[in-house]
């Protein structure tokens, strides 16, 4: 198993950016695909963005696409997610999740390592 600790939360104006990043701790993190979700409060955890091992390939929600970059460093054990022109919508906490399975893709029920999150907030 890895331990995941996200960081780079903060409140940002609309407009703005904020770079997110996932430590991961324990077995190789570059055996592991990973990905960020995130939470609104009162609604469920939505799919944002995920990355392969080896960082190549990546897949993003339509909601995010062209304004948000997943991208890992393998050497530091750390998964980032640069977000630009930052929406009130982008409200959230935001989680890193990592699996270990071959196949894996936007269904948060297919990863099982989860950081605790760290809270995005967008101001008007």
């Known amino acids: 198993q890895v331990q995941l600790v996200e960081s780079g939360g903060g409140l940002v104006q609309a407009g703005g950016s904020l770079r997110l990043s996932c430590a991961a701790s324990g077995r190789t993190f570059s055996g592991y695909a990973a990905a960020w979700f995130r939470q609104a409060p009162g609604k469920e955890r939505d799919f944002v963005a995920r990355?392969?091992?080896?960082?190549?390939?990546?897949f993003y929600a339509d909601s995010v696409k062209g304004r948000f970059i997943i991208s890992r460093d393998n050497a530091k054990n750390t998964v980032y997610l640069q977000m630009n022109s930052l929406k009130p919508e982008d409200t959230a906490v935001y989680y890193c999740?990592?699996?270990?399975?071959?196949?894996?893709?936007?269904?948060?029920?297919?990863?099982?390592?989860w950081g605790q999150g760290t809270q995005v907030t967008v101001s008007s």
């Open positions: 990355l392969t091992r080896s960082g190549i390939t990546t």
């Open positions: 999740a990592a699996t270990s399975a071959l196949l894996f893709g936007s269904d948060p029920n297919g990863y099982n390592q």
